[in-house]
C-alpha cells in the first residue's frame, strides 16, 4: 500500500448504518484526488490539471450522497469541505439529531449500536436494518426487534409538549438504555 503522503483531510461521518472514516488525498503538485471510505479507495485521479472542484461518491449501505469541495483560499492554500446529502457536515449533524436516536449498548460482551430513523421508524443495529414489529399500546407506540436473543422495543410516548414531541426509549431485557451523543 503506498503511503498516503498528500492525506489533507480526515472526516469520521455517523450514517444509520455506522460511523464512516472519510479520508481524501490531494496531490497540489501532481494534481491527483483520492476518496476512501472505510480504508477503501472510492475515487483516484491523477494529473487534474484544475486544482479545485468538487468529488462526488456515496457512503455507507445506504449509499448516502457525499461530495467533497475543493476551494483555493489564496496563494497555494486549499480548503476542503465535506457534505453530506447535499448540507455541509455541520448542517447534516444539526439534522440528524432531530431525526434519528441512537444508543450504544454491551450484550454479552459484544458492543451494538441502535439507531432508530424517526420519519420511517426504521431501526439499524450495527450496519443491518432489523426486522421490527409495531404496536400502538396506551400510551403511545412500542416497536419491537431482537439483538442477539435479548427483547428490545423502542417506546414513543409524546412529551406533552410541542417543542419537544415524541420521546423515544430503548428498553433492552425491560432495562432502559440511555440515548447515546455521537
Same mark, same amino acid.
Not at 31 to 36: A, I, L, Q
Given at each position: 500500500?503506498?503511503?498516503?503522503?498528500? %492525506?489533507?483531510?480526515?472526516?469520521?461521518?455517523?450514517?444509520?448504518?455506522?460511523?464512516?472514516?472519510?479520508?481524501?488525498?490531494?496531490?497540489?503538485?501532481?494534481?491527483?484526488?483520492?476518496?476512501?471510505?472505510?480504508?477503501?479507495?472510492?475515487?483516484?485521479?491523477?494529473?487534474?490539471?484544475?486544482?479545485?472542484?468538487?468529488? @462526488?461518491?456515496?457512503?455507507?449501505?445506504?449509499?448516502?450522497?457525499?461530495?467533497?469541495?475543493?476551494?483555493?483560499?489564496?496563494?497555494?492554500?486549499?480548503?476542503? @469541505?465535506?457534505?453530506?446529502?447535499?448540507?455541509? %457536515?455541520?448542517?447534516?449533524?444539526?439534522?440528524?439529531?432531530? @431525526?434519528?436516536?441512537?444508543?450504544?449498548?454491551? %450484550?454479552?460482551?459484544?458492543?451494538?449500536?441502535?439507531?432508530?430513523?424517526?420519519?420511517?421508524?426504521?431501526?439499524? $443495529?450495527?450496519?443491518?436494518?432489523?426486522?421490527?414489529?409495531?404496536?400502538?399500546?396506551?400510551?403511545?407506540?412500542?416497536?419491537?426487534?431482537?439483538?442477539?436473543?435479548?427483547?428490545? $422495543?423502542?417506546?414513543?410516548?409524546?412529551?406533552?409538549?410541542?417543542?419537544?414531541?415524541?420521546?423515544?426509549? %430503548?428498553?433492552?431485557?425491560?432495562?432502559?438504555?440511555?440515548?447515546?451523543?455521537?
Amino acid at each position: 500500500l503506498e503511503k498516503m503522503t498528500d %492525506l489533507v483531510a480526515v472526516w469520521e461521518v455517523a450514517l444509520s448504518d455506522g460511523v464512516h472514516k472519510i479520508e481524501f488525498e490531494h496531490g497540489t503538485t501532481s494534481g491527483k484526488r483520492v476518496v476512501y471510505v472505510d480504508g477503501k479507495e472510492e475515487i483516484r485521479r491523477e494529473w487534474m490539471f484544475k486544482l479545485v472542484g468538487k468529488e @462526488t461518491f456515496t457512503v455507507g449501505a445506504t449509499k448516502t450522497k457525499a461530495a467533497i469541495n475543493i476551494d483555493a483560499v489564496g496563494g497555494f492554500a486549499y480548503e476542503y @469541505t465535506l457534505e453530506i446529502n447535499g448540507k455541509s %457536515l455541520k448542517q447534516y449533524i444539526e439534522n440528524r439529531l432531530k @431525526t434519528t436516536n441512537t444508543w450504544i449498548l454491551n %450484550l454479552g460482551g459484544t458492543d451494538y449500536r441502535i439507531v432508530l430513523e424517526k420519519d420511517t421508524m426504521d431501526v439499524w $443495529c450495527n450496519g443491518q436494518k432489523m426486522e421490527t414489529a409495531g404496536e400502538f399500546v396506551e400510551d403511545g407506540t412500542e416497536t419491537h426487534f431482537t439483538v442477539a436473543d435479548h427483547s428490545c $422495543c423502542i417506546k414513543a410516548v409524546s412529551s406533552g409538549k410541542r417543542k419537544e414531541g415524541i420521546i423515544h426509549t %430503548l428498553i433492552v431485557d425491560n432495562r432502559e438504555i440511555p440515548e447515546a451523543v455521537e
